[in-house]
């Protein structure tokens, strides 16, 4: 397994990280047991949860049940300086976390406690924000955007509360780096801006959805930024929730699937299955297997990027680890770059 650096830190991980949004929902707890043990063998030693987990479906009744998953782990395998891991404090959520949905100093506070006694565990090691508190143009709402309605000065002063909380987080050892989450680049950058007024953690990571199918805007400014500030991105759905393994093409929802148990996907267009085809179609014409491919991409782009890889059952992630060392060629990339020129955001 190759390793890297986690942005500007001095946090060394795996060049995958495990995601466990499924951990006590698709994914149960035994089986979630299994994925934790079998990822250290695999090499993988970074995982990225969140307060709001487990997702499909998103349940009042449910938060923080896969960070509590993660616990039971930490103290039954007495493995957690094993792992590095990444938690989120939740945002807009309608009300499932706290009612208050902004996040300000106290909310954060309150989260990361919360998710220190779930994960039974002294610290955090990347503890990140899961998406703004102003509007936001990610999980498809990119076709509506409108930031107009955002009140700059607010914001600022909400940036700099949070982040003297965070100062004294860092200061008590209760986390030791900082990320975002469905992040712009204006909100990046005005996140580092208030890192140095209030001597907080500098941002050493962004997670933000990212893969063949789902290239714009990161390809962009966000690139260009990750590249210059040394933020990486930590890429979730790099697979686009399972489209790029073909078995949702046609409409197909697979028993046992993660859109078969949701009752589809909001991410299905006319577009999508042309995209799927074309992928597929650079798959078979190169000799490489497509998941393979899809998460190796993500590796070898021209900035920091880390894919986060779920799997709901062990078979999954076998398959997924199997091509940890996969590198494509030039010419692949090419024909992925053309493909993606004719099929741009087909969700």
């Known amino acids: 397994m190759r390793r890297t650096t986690l942005g500007n830190t001095d946090i060394n991980v795996s060049a995958f990280c495990l995601g466990t949004m499924t951990f006590g929902s698709n994914t149960a707890e035994v089986e979630a047991y299994r994925q934790l043990d079998a990822s250290l063998e695999f090499g993988i030693d970074f995982l990225d949860s969140a307060e709001m987990y487990p997702v499909n479906p998103v349940s009042k009744d449910t938060i923080g049940n896969t960070e509590a998953i993660i616990g039971r782990w930490n103290a039954k395998s007495g493995r957690r300086k094993d792992y590095v891991i990444a938690t989120k404090c939740a945002g807009e959520n309608r009300s499932f976390v706290r009612e208050n949905q902004l996040v300000d100093s106290k909310a954060i506070r309150k989260a990361c406690e919360g998710s220190l006694r779930r994960l039974q565990t002294d610290y955090i090691d990347l503890y990140q924000l899961h998406w703004p508190n102003r509007s936001s143009y990610h999980f498809r709402q990119i076709w509506g955007y409108d930031p107009s309605n955002q009140d700059r000065e607010n914001t ?79 890429a979730f759905s790099p697979l686009a929730t399972g489209f790029i393994t073909g078995k949702y093409l046609d409409g197909a929802l697979p028993e ?92």
């Open 156 to 234: 600022i002063q909400n940036f700099d509360d949070v982040m003297g909380e965070l100062s004294l987080l860092v200061e008590e050892g209760k986390i030791r780096a900082f990320g975002l989450s469905n992040e712009t680049a204006w909100g990046t950058m005005q996140w580092l801006a208030a890192a140095e007024r209030k001597q907080g953690p500098r941002i050493a990571s962004i997670q933000n959805e990212y893969s063949l199918l789902c290239r714009m805007p990161y390809d962009a400014d966000m690139a260009e930024l990750g590249h210059n500030e040394n933020i990486t991105l930590l």
């Open 256 to 347: 046992g699937s993660r859109h078969h148990i949701a009752g589809g996907s909001p991410r299905s267009s006319p577009r999508l299955d042309a995209a799927v085809r074309a992928v597929l179609g650079i798959a078979e014409k190169h000799g490489v297997d497509p998941v393979h491919m899809a998460i190796s991409f993500c590796l070898q782009r021209p900035f920091p990027c880390i894919p986060i890889v779920g799997a709901t059952t062990l078979s999954q992630l076998e398959h997924i680890a199997a091509g940890s060392d996969v590198v494509l060629s030039a010419e692949v990339i090419s024909d992925l770059s053309t493909a993606n020129r004719a099929n741009p955001m087909p969700f």
